[in-house]
């Protein structure tokens, strides 16, 4: 069974506070993502990275930082925690795209961060 | 850069039919995928259209028209376990690859 795995299902953090989100996939896909997820705002991308070392910011990416150290590891970093980054964050893999090739996403089951 | 339009939310009854909706503007894609949620879970993959054209997986079917830059969803014999969030998706060619998702639509089965 093909799986993604997020360390935490729930954090609470202080603001300020320097947190790590760690995220890890079984099925040795190159590409990996960062997502967070806020009523109404669907699924926004934060951080990608399609190779080991590689990382290319998303559509939301300060306050962020990512890192690839090995290609089954794609770890999210929330330098300094803001209480606008309270949301749902979810990891997801998948293999690179072709032309009609169906390379679905693999999405870990999320962490909640709530940061007071 | 890629933008995709649901709406917010459908209600149907058990065994009826839905059809959800999705409009996208794109700079070029690989294909339109769905994507469905239950409170608390991660997304799944529903199913994924590569080509116009209409793919059927069992009680889901989903459309296809690159001409008309839309899709839809269609749910038949409605379940209560249906009810949940549906995310269309494409798959950017210009820009890593990335997965963009609609905003989502709530769907909720009445008995």
């Known amino acids: 069974d093909v799986k993604v795995t997020q360390s935490s299902r729930y954090l609470v953090k202080r603001t300020g506070e320097k947190v790590f989100l760690e995220c890890v996939q079984d099925?040795?896909?190159?590409?990996m993502f960062w997502y967070r997820q806020d009523p109404g705002l669907g699924l926004r991308l934060i951080y990608f990275s399609y190779d080991v070392k590689m990382k290319e910011k998303g559509d939301i990416p300060e306050g962020y930082s990512v890192s690839r150290e090995k290609k089954e590891r794609f770890s999210l970093i929330l330098e300094s925690a803001s209480t606008n980054q309270t949301s749902m964050y979810l990891c997801?893999?998948?293999?690179?795209?072709?032309?009609?090739?169906?390379?679905?996403?693999?999405f870990g089951q999320g962490t909640r961060l709530t940061v007071v | 850069g890629q933008s995709l339009e649901q709406p917010s939310e459908v209600t149907a009854v058990e065994g009826a039919i839905v059809q959800i909706n999705c409009t996208y503007q794109t700079s070029g894609f690989y294909g339109l995928s769905w994507y469905q949620q239950h409170d608390g879970g991660a997304p799944t993959f529903l199913s994924y259209?590569?080509?116009?054209g209409l793919e059927e997986t069992g009680r889901f079917s989903s459309f296809l028209s690159r001409s008309d830059s839309y899709g839809y969803l269609l749910l038949q014999e409605l379940q209560m376990k249906d009810s949940a969030s549906y995310f269309c998706a494409v798959r950017d060619k210009n820009y890593g690859q990335n997965f963009v998702f609609g905003p989502g639509t709530r769907l909720s089965v009445l008995p």
């Open positions: 099925m040795d896909h190159e590409n």
């Open positions: 997801a893999s998948s293999q690179p795209a072709g032309r009609n090739m169906n390379t679905e996403a693999f």
């Open positions: 259209n590569a080509l116009d």
